[in-house]
């Protein structure tokens, strides 16, 4: 039928160029680039009776932005640590850039993270188009802990709208949000990088106010007095963020960073504090 009768079903698929298996294994087998883009809270599973042997010799490209819960970590470190896939055959594609908009052609910038320029530059290239435009970087780290945060902004950003908070509020969440990913992955991972880059700064403020944002959408019910469970149910798709506010939090207890808003988000998801109540506390720390 060429479409996905679920997600962006107006786009048509070219069925003579896709193969489609539901076996995870034989394709792992018979490719030597894999490219993974599943939700995080499922990757564990979608891997779980792939053996490590199969990954030998092969290149991992992420876009996925989010964290593996049953393990706390970033897809790179998921991959080099239970596949045993070396650092520099993991590239991880990032930016601010909502499928929704790639689908429609509109133009969108990404970022490719890796510690090999050469395969960086191989999936910059094969990505490259009319309508996307990338750019390397190396820094794999800051890259998946800030996509990683985002969404847990975004989660932020949407309570505050369903509780009634305005713009200029949500302007300072967000600028104190950034602070909060500086803080944390320059603990996490100390090297010169500049946060007003699109991959860090773009990133965050395409989910914080984007209408396709689903993490803003998930907050936005959540501060509108939806449960967690049946603003899940209704929404049908991942809020990633969800799953990465536990998994920070409990990072977090080593590094020990100042987190303000992720402590309230987690708050508000995992200890049923009223939005109402931790925002009101959350907005006496913000500048």
Do not use: W
């Given at each position: ?232 149910l209704e929404m049908k798709m991942i809020a990633e963020g969800y799953y990465a506010t536990k998994c920070i939090h409990t990072i977090n ?35």
């Open positions: 039928f060429q479409h996905n009768p679920l997600y962006l079903s107006s786009i048509k698929f070219d069925t003579k160029k896709i193969v489609i298996s539901n076996d995870i294994k034989e394709i792992i087998t018979q490719v030597g680039n894999l490219l993974f883009v599943i939700p995080a809270a499922f990757i564990n599973d979608a891997l779980q009776n792939v053996d490590k042997t199969l990954f030998k010799n092969k290149s991992v490209f992420s876009a996925i932005k989010g964290i593996v819960p049953e393990y706390n970590m970033i897809i790179a470190d998921y991959f080099n640590n239970i596949f045993d896939v070396p650092l520099n055959k993991i590239c991880i594609i990032s930016g601010p850039s909502h499928a929704e908009e790639i689908a429609l052609e509109k133009l969108t910038y990404l970022t490719v993270a890796s510690q090999n320029t050469k395969s960086a530059e191989f999936i910059s290239s094969k990505l490259s188009c009319r309508y996307l435009k990338t750019s390397i970087s190396d820094d794999i780290y800051g890259t998946e802990y800030s996509a990683v945060l985002k969404n847990i902004y975004a989660i932020a950003t949407g309570i505050c709208k369903g509780l009634g908070y305005g713009d200029n509020f949500i302007a300072v969440l967000i600028s104190n949000a950034l602070q909060e990913i500086e803080r944390f992955i320059e603990t996490v991972h100390p090297i010169n990088r500049n946060l007003s880059n699109s991959v860090y700064l773009g990133d965050l403020i395409v989910t914080s106010y984007s209408q396709f944002s689903r993490n803003r959408t998930f907050g936005t019910m959540i501060g509108s007095g939806y449960s967690v469970r049946s603003a899940q207890q080593t590094y020990k960073v100042e987190l303000p808003i992720l402590e309230s988000v987690y708050n508000i998801l995992y200890e049923n504090i009223s939005p109402y109540i931790e925002i009101k506390i959350l907005s006496d720390r913000l500048k």
